[in-house]
């Protein structure tokens, strides 16, 4: 019998199996291409938009050079930025300004801009932050002694609405949740949402918002929340002001809304059914109050991330959403080439698609107008509807 022995073959049939994957994972890690391979860096790349055409920083960060100084002076003296050894203060924001206008994920960001994923984190929780922080001073009430020129230089609305200071509505922004609390953010059009309250003026700048509310919640409730509970610090009209709300509102003082049972939107206006001293005072309202729509509209094509923000937690959702509003009044205020980006004045949003008339049943809604007409406002708005017909007839 041999003195062979199988088990020595085996052992070495593990060691040469051993040495070549060590060998094979060498080759392996030389090979291994970087992640970021463009021979641009993300300064580079930040450089090449602030030096080049104009019209190419408007496309990606939705406003003009100047703008764009003015925001990067105002975190760097408050010193809400610092530099780093690899991150430029203006390096920090057009990054985030450039996520939150093209709705880019932290791994598009990352890759665009050179920077791992752990670090566009941190800048973007970070800036949004601050820019809430910022809310205060960007988002700021009506002057309520204050006549709009939208309503002073028009004969259709001079002097019916010049008690007016405003629009209010809602609009759904998507949200993505847990299973659990699904049921409670899922809105009458079958998705997921936070329902967002906003006022704006007639430049279309928000002077009011409150997000992070449930997408099932009826705007009518987060209304009569922000203005009864302190807390939320809403800016009441005082007397002899008011705001344009739609039907889903009740009309009270402060609140200013259309006749229930007539036609109200502006499509509706040439039906010859129904009282037509009240569908020209719906008509005009409906006019004037469309600068809300609009304004939805220009603030959703400018900031995309608000068609689908990412699967960020609840808070921090709803703080993207604050900050988009307050970058938009930055824009209006300081960006005088906006217009330069192709947002037109009649790009429209429908907020929340349709009136949210509730499920009240024929007779309370009888009586829900007939309480109305009794108030003060029910006055008020007989008092515009009348004079608008009189003086039509001069």
Not at 41 to 59: A, N, P, Q, R, Y
Request: hydrophobic letters at 35%; glycine letters at 6%; aromatic letters at 10%.
């Amino acid at each position: 019998m041999s003195g062979y022995d199988s088990s020595d073959d085996d052992d070495d049939v593990v060691l040469l199996v051993y040495v070549m994957d060590s060998v094979i994972r060498k080759i392996r890690r030389q090979s291994r291409l970087p992640k970021h391979v463009s021979s641009f860096s993300g300064h580079e790349k930040m450089c090449e938009l602030i030096t080049g055409h104009e019209g190419l920083l408007l496309e990606h960060i939705r406003m003009n050079r100047d703008c764009f100084h003015r925001l990067v002076t105002l975190f760097t003296v408050q010193n809400r930025l610092q530099e780093t050894h690899a991150l430029t203060v203006q390096e920090q924001l057009m990054m985030f300004l450039t996520m939150v206008a093209h709705g880019d994920s932290n791994r598009r960001t990352s890759y665009e801009w050179k920077h791992s994923g752990e670090t566009i984190s941190r800048y973007i929780d970070t800036i949004s932050s601050h820019l809430v922080q910022l809310a205060s001073r960007f988002i700021v009430p009506p002057d309520f002694d204050d006549v709009s020129t939208v309503i002073a230089e028009n004969r259709r609305f001079f002097p019916y609405f010049q008690g007016c200071v405003g629009a209010i509505d809602g609009t759904h922004i998507p949200c993505v949740v847990d299973a659990d609390v699904a049921a409670a953010y899922r809105n009458r059009k079958g998705f997921t949402s936070q329902n967002v309250m906003v006022v704006v003026d007639f430049e279309m700048k928000f002077t009011y918002l409150v997000a992070g509310w449930e997408g099932s919640c009826h705007d009518a409730r987060v209304l009569n929340v922000a203005t009864s509970n302190p807390a939320f610090m809403f800016p009441h009209a005082p007397e002899g002001k008011y705001y344009l709300v739609d039907a889903g509102y009740k009309n009270k003082p402060g609140f200013l809304a259309p006749f229930r049972g007539q036609n109200y939107h502006l499509h509706d206006h040439r039906r010859e059914d129904g009282d037509r001293r009240k569908e020209m005072f719906h008509y005009r309202h409906a006019s004037l109050r469309n600068v809300i729509e609009r304004t939805f509209g220009v603030w959703k094509s400018r900031f995309h991330i608000l068609k689908g923000i990412p699967r960020y937690s609840l808070e921090k959702q709803r703080d993207i959403v604050i900050t988009c509003a307050v970058l938009h009044n930055f824009i209006k205020l300081f960006s005088s080439e906006e217009a330069a980006f192709n947002l037109e004045d009649d790009a429209m949003d429908d907020g929340n698609a349709e009136d949210d008339v509730g499920e009240a049943s024929t007779q309370q809604q009888q009586q829900q107008q007939q309480r109305e007409e009794s108030n003060d406002m029910g006055h008020i708005r007989d008092h515009i509807a009348n004079a608008m017909w009189n003086d039509r007839l001069d």
